[in-house]
C-alpha cells in the first residue's frame, strides 16, 4: 500500500522504493489476506492510496516473512522493487466511514 503520489513521483524510475527503506531497511509488504486489517489500522480515512501488485518470484531484492511489531507475520522486501515485479496498482478508496475492504481486483490475487 502506498500513496498515489508516491508512487507518481517514482513512475520514471526502475523501481519502487519507499521512505521505510532508509528508516528501517526494508519495505512493509501485505499478502493479500492482511491488506484490509494494514489499511484499516494504518490508513484509516485516507482517499489517496493505491496498492502494487507484486510478483514475490521477480524480486531482486531480498523478502522476507518476519514478525511485525507483535501483528504476525508480514513480507518485508529488504531493498527497491523492480518493476519488473510489479504487476499492476489498483486504487484503493476506503469507504464512507473510512474503513477499507480488500478491493475485488486483488481477491483473486494469490496470497
Not at 510489479?86 to 490475487?109: H, K, M, R, Y
Request: charged content about 25%.
Amino acid at each position: 500500500i502506498t500513496t498515489r503520489a508516491e508512487w507518481e513521483s517514482q513512475r520514471e524510475q526502475n523501481s519502487y522504493s519507499a521512505a521505510s527503506i532508509e528508516s528501517e531497511g526494508f519495505i512493509h509488504a501485505s499478502r493479500a489476506d492482511q491488506i484490509a486489517d494494514t489499511a484499516n489500522r494504518i490508513f484509516a480515512g485516507r482517499d489517496d492510496l493505491i496498492i502494487l501488485v507484486i510478483d514475490v518470484d521477480k524480486l531482486t531484492s531480498p523478502l522476507k516473512v518476519e514478525d511485525s511489531y507483535g501483528r504476525g507475520s508480514f513480507p518485508h522486501v529488504y531493498g527497491p522493487i523492480t518493476k519488473d515485479a510489479i504487476l499492476s496498482t489498483v486504487d484503493f478508496t476506503c469507504s464512507s466511514d473510512g474503513t477499507f475492504t480488500l478491493p475485488i481486483a486483488i481477491q483473486n490475487e494469490p496470497t
